[in-house]
């Protein structure tokens, strides 16, 4: 059975970021609010728990997870960003985009796509997911959290709890979270492409 932590949108209570912290550190598969969906995470380093995750969103190691990280100077670790990339980001994070880019050697194999050794990255704007991340000192690896044979993902940490309580550690309760994903966007070639239109606006890409 899962636990179940109601926190503040706004003002995150410390108290319970730690307890969360502490259920990752352990081990722990967990779902969240961020600023576009409920999503799934573990930790980085976690083999087992990254294999827990695609197994709950019934997807395969071509299936691209994202690491969500404190800010732009975290992304940098653990991707390739060059100046033109740079700017990009810096100019839409924090935000509801995922970005596609080359890992760094900072990242275990496991979690690239197998053949273009890329992962997606972000900066939610989002206080409980922020505060949960400072709170780690740490990335997480996240997935949406959208089930197999879903059409949205899942919106109230209660219904999260009526349909995975045995299988997650912890459930953070943010309160209603969106049904819009994050925007995709692959930087890896010399000018952006749109893999998924979602929460984040198109503009600052040049996207029609």
């Not at 197994?55 to 653990?78: K, N, P, Y």
């Not at 949960?132 to 899942?154: K, M, N, Q, R, W």
Request: charged share 25%.
């Amino acid at each position: 059975m899962a636990h179940f932590l109601s926190i503040h949108p706004e003002d995150p209570q410390p108290r319970l970021l730690q307890r969360a912290a502490d259920v990752l550190r352990g081990g722990g598969v967990i779902a969240f609010p961020t600023d576009s969906c409920y999503a799934l995470g573990c930790t980085l380093g976690d083999k087992d728990a990254v294999e827990r995750i695609r197994a709950l969103r019934g997807v395969d190691d071509r299936h691209h997870l994202t690491l969500m990280c404190r800010d732009l100077s975290e992304i940098a670790q653990f991707a390739r960003v060059d100046n033109a990339q740079y700017r990009l980001l810096k100019a839409t994070t924090p935000g509801s985009y995922t970005f596609i880019l080359e890992g760094t050697k900072e990242l275990p194999r496991r979690v690239l796509h197998p053949k273009r050794k890329t992962i997606g990255l972000r900066v939610p704007d989002n206080q409980i997911a922020l505060a949960l991340l400072d709170t780690l000192g740490e990335p997480l690896l996240s997935s949406t959290l959208i089930l197999p044979g879903d059409e949205a993902p899942l919106t109230e940490g209660w219904e999260i709890q009526d349909r995975l309580d045995d299988q997650l550690e912890l459930i953070i309760d943010g309160g209603h979270c969106g049904v819009e994903p994050t925007t995709v966007v692959d930087l890896t070639a010399a000018t952006p492409l749109l893999v998924r239109a979602g929460r984040g606006p198109l503009a600052p890409f040049g996207f029609d």
